[in-house]
C-alpha cells in the first residue's frame, strides 16, 4: 500500500506563473489537507477536502490559491501568479473518512525566482 | 481558541537523557492529540497519538502524557538517541476535522 504521494518533489517558478502541486492519497482515503510550511517554521493548514467538496478553506489566501479533489484522479492545490513569498514546503496528508490518523507525502518544495 | 502551543522550541539532550516537549490547547472540542516526528527534507510522520480520555500512552521509548483538566500534554522520549534528532510537533484534531499543529520543537541529542 503506497503511502501518500505528491508530485513533484521540487518545483521551480518565475514571478507570475502558474504552480500546480499534486498529491494522490493513500488507498482508500477520501479525506485530503493541505498545509505548507515555511524555513524554520511549523505546519500551517490550508485546506481541507473530501472527494468533490472543500469541507474547510480557511486556511487558503483569498487570492491566487485554490484546491480540488476530483471524483477521480489527485488532489490539486493551484497557485497562479506565484511571488516569492509562495516559495515554502507544501504538504499533503490524507486520512480515511471518520479516521483520526492522517498521513503526509514527502512535500513539494516550490521555490519563486 | 484553535491554536496549539508548543514548547520549547528547541531542545539538547545528551544520549541516553529523557527529551520532554510540552503542548496546551484551549479548545475543549480538540478529540485527538498526535505527535508527529520530521527529518530535514522528509514529510511529518506520525509517531503516537492520544485520546482525551486515556492519561497517558507508551510506545517503546515514546509516552504521552495527557492532563485534561489543564488542557496540556507532552511527549517524553526516554533513553534519547542521537537518531531522535528531528522536529517534533504536537497537533489537536478540531470538531471539523482539521489538525492543527504546535510550531515545533528541534530535538538535538548528542552522544
Known amino acids: 500500500n503506497a503511502g501518500v504521494m505528491q508530485n513533484p518533489r521540487h518545483l521551480v517558478r518565475r514571478r507570475g506563473q502558474e504552480a500546480r502541486l499534486r498529491c494522490s492519497p493513500m488507498k482508500g482515503h477520501s479525506h485530503v489537507y493541505w498545509y505548507r510550511q515555511l524555513p524554520e517554521e511549523g505546519l500551517k493548514f490550508m485546506v481541507y477536502l473530501q472527494k468533490e467538496n472543500i469541507i474547510d478553506e480557511s486556511g487558503m489566501p483569498k487570492e491566487r490559491f485554490s484546491a480540488e479533489f476530483p471524483k477521480e484522479g489527485p488532489s490539486i492545490l493551484r497557485i497562479q501568479q506565484v511571488v516569492r513569498g509562495d516559495s515554502a514546503a507544501y504538504f499533503c496528508a490524507s486520512s480515511l473518512p471518520g479516521g483520526a490518523e492522517a498521513f503526509f507525502g514527502q512535500g513539494t518544495r516550490l521555490t519563486v525566482v | 481558541q484553535q491554536q496549539v502551543k508548543q514548547s520549547p522550541q528547541s531542545l539538547i539532550v545528551q544520549k541516553g537523557g529523557i527529551s520532554i516537549i510540552n503542548c496546551a490547547y484551549e479548545n475543549t472540542a480538540f478529540d485527538y492529540f498526535p505527535w508527529y516526528q520530521q527529518f530535514p527534507g522528509k514529510g511529518p510522520a506520525l509517531l503516537i497519538a492520544?485520546?482525551?480520555?486515556?492519561s497517558e500512552k507508551k510506545e517503546g521509548r515514546f509516552t504521552i502524557s495527557f492532563n485534561k483538566s489543564a488542557k496540556q500534554f507532552s511527549l517524553h522520549i526516554m533513553d534519547s538517541q542521537p537518531g531522535d534528532s528531528a522536529t517534533y510537533f504536537c497537533a489537536a484534531r478540531s470538531a471539523s476535522d482539521k489538525l492543527i499543529f504546535g510550531t515545533g520543537t528541534r530535538l538535538q541529542v548528542f552522544p
Open positions: 492520544i485520546r482525551p480520555d486515556v
